[in-house]
Structures are given as C-alpha cells and as structure tokens.
C-alpha cells in the first residue's frame, strides 16, 4: 500500500524535492505502515515559495474577479471528477473510513470553492453620499497569505482557506500538517490545471526554518507567517478596504476585510 508523491513539495506549478530536510514518514492509521515518505521544508523551500507567491500575486490581482472566479469553479469540478481518488488518499493518509472521505472532504473543499468563486464577482466596494461630497471604498488584495493546515480535515482545509485568498486576488503559501501531508500535493496540482501555469497557492510540508531573523518553525504561528512580514494572514481571505472621501480623494486605510 503506496502513496508517495512525486515530490514533497509543489511550488510555481512544478514538483520541487529537497532531501536536506528531516523526513517525515506518512503512516497509515489503521496498520501502522509507512505509505510514504516526504521531506521537511528547509529554509531554501520556504524562501522559494514565498517568492514564487509575491512573484505571481500581481498577475493573478489583476485578473478579473469573474475570470478567478472562473478558475476556481474548474478547480472545484476538478476535485469532483477525482473524488475517489481524493477520497482513497484521505483515507490512507487520516484513517478514516471510506464512506465518509467520499462524501466529506474533497466535496466539502469543493462546494467552498464553488462558494466563493461566484461570490468574487459582486463582493464590491460602496458608495455613500455625504450630502455634496461622498465617500467610497476600494476592495485591494492584502498580498500573500499563509495557510496552516490540520491532520483531520487535510483537503477540506486547504479548500477553506484557500478559496477566499484566492478569488480575492491574493497569492496563497499553504502548510499542511505533517502527520497528513499528501492530498495539498493533489489540490496544487488541481490548481495548476485549473488555471494559469503559475499558480498562486504553493506548497510546503513538514516544518521548517527562515532564514530571516526571528523566524520560527513554519508549523507554528510564527513561522511562514512571519516571515511574510505586514503581508502575513493565516488563512483569511480577504482584502484591504479602502476608503476614499472628499473631492481630494484622501484615502484611508482601514482595518482588512475577512471572507469566511
């Protein structure tokens, strides 16, 4: 019984392996075999995917939010199409049973996707009249986000807190649990033939240090996040609002909206 993945890490649409970091071995819950075995992300990793992400964000901004949103219901029919694939994985990779991999997780990664892929096209800003004057607000992307993954909904997590990221034009590193590593290979895959060659979300596995200053492991909420600086969100999806008033257009920085 194998699962092993091409490489342990996929990063601006192609699989990158480094054998510098710890391996990590994949077990199956229920016999205790190993079914695969991945490598850590060293600092080299973790510099290369944050960079592809700002590399690629721009690009990916300036989209129409209907044609990201666009992509991201192929990436949802994707996960569909391959749902006994996914579902096999998951339940190799988590230990649970098949008849719930099935109908829960890839399809639950899927409807979120669905989601906020249709939702992108009318989440605009707002107009007020101030009585001569007026005000309005400007949706901006925050940049690149950070994703931290957990064991027990492996794809159903990346889907949540990927989908929003994405459809609002932000880039998206994305840290699964190590313990359950495997289906975020699959998504990034999914993604990149959803959509454009250079992708928005990467992926890493395992833990993993900068080697910026201060930088802590990547599994914890200093890690990656930190290492995004002003960018960093943990999953959230969002954007910066902005909101201009006056006939001098002054804008204001308020506090980032959230897509749940």
Known sequence: MRAQPKASHYINGRHVEDEQGAVIEVVYPATGEIIARVHSATSNIIELAVEAARAAQPAWAKLKPVERGRILRRAA???????????????????????????ADAPSAAEALEFFGG????????????????????????????????????????????????AMGNAMVFKPSEVTPLSALRLAEIFT?????????????????????????????????????????????????RDEAGHDGAWRQVTADRVR
């Open 119 to 166: 939702a992108v096209a009318a989440f605009n800003g707002e107009q007020v009249e101030l009585g001569g004057s007026f005000g309005y607000t400007r949706r901006e992307p925050l940049g690149v986000c950070v994703g931290i993954g957990a064991w027990n909904y492996p794809i159903q997590i990346a889907g949540w807190k990927s989908g929003p990221a994405l």
């Open 77 to 103: 029919d994707l996960l569909l199409e391959h749902n006994e694939e996914l579902a096999k994985l998951e339940t190799l990779n988590t230990g649970k049973a098949l008849q719930e991999t099935l109908v």
């Open 193 to 241: 033939e959803a959509g454009p060659a250079r992708w928005s979300l990467q992926r890493g596995a395992g833990t993993g240090r900068c080697r910026r200053s201060a930088c802590g492991p990547s599994g914890s909420r200093k890690g990656l996040s930190h290492r995004l600086g002003r960018d960093r969100q943990e999953g959230a999806g969002a954007c910066r609002r």
